[in-house]
């Protein structure tokens, strides 16, 4: 089993800063992939941004420039620095990873609960 515990939501005023944080822990041998998506109400979750083992980052056009994606891998940690917030990133932000759960394992997605940014104008 694997476990998911994210944090770092809450309310901020347009133009401010939030940083989420999501950890994993359980049955993992590696995490090759780690995002974070969004889902805002009567929307589809959309990708925000996701970084692999290697360090290589992805990006939503609509976050480039104000989010940043970092991971620390001794911690099976990956984090989400939001700048310059706008109220229309307010939605559920999830995180997702891709662990193996040994060597030859293929890659299993896992979600997390999703933890709440609302950004007011």
């Known amino acids: 089993q694997v476990q998911l515990v994210e944090s770092g939501g809450g309310l901020v005023q347009a133009g401010g800063s939030l940083r989420l944080s999501c950890t994993a822990s359980?049955?993992?041998?590696?995490?090759?992939?780690m995002g974070w998506y969004r889902q805002a109400p009567g929307k589809q979750r959309e990708l925000v941004a996701d970084i692999n083992i290697s360090g290589i980052t992805n990006y939503a056009d609509s976050v480039k420039g104000r989010f940043t994606i970092s991971r620390d891998s001794a911690k099976n940690t990956v984090y989400l620095q939001m700048n310059s917030l706008k109220p229309e990133d307010t939605a559920g932000y999830y995180c997702?990873?891709?662990?193996?759960?040994?060597?030859?394992?293929?890659?299993?997605?896992?979600w997390g609960q999703g933890t709440q940014v609302t950004v007011s104008s």
């Open positions: 359980g049955r993992i041998f590696s995490i090759p992939n």
């Open positions: 997702k990873v891709g662990y193996r759960v040994n060597f030859y394992s293929a890659i299993r997605d896992y």
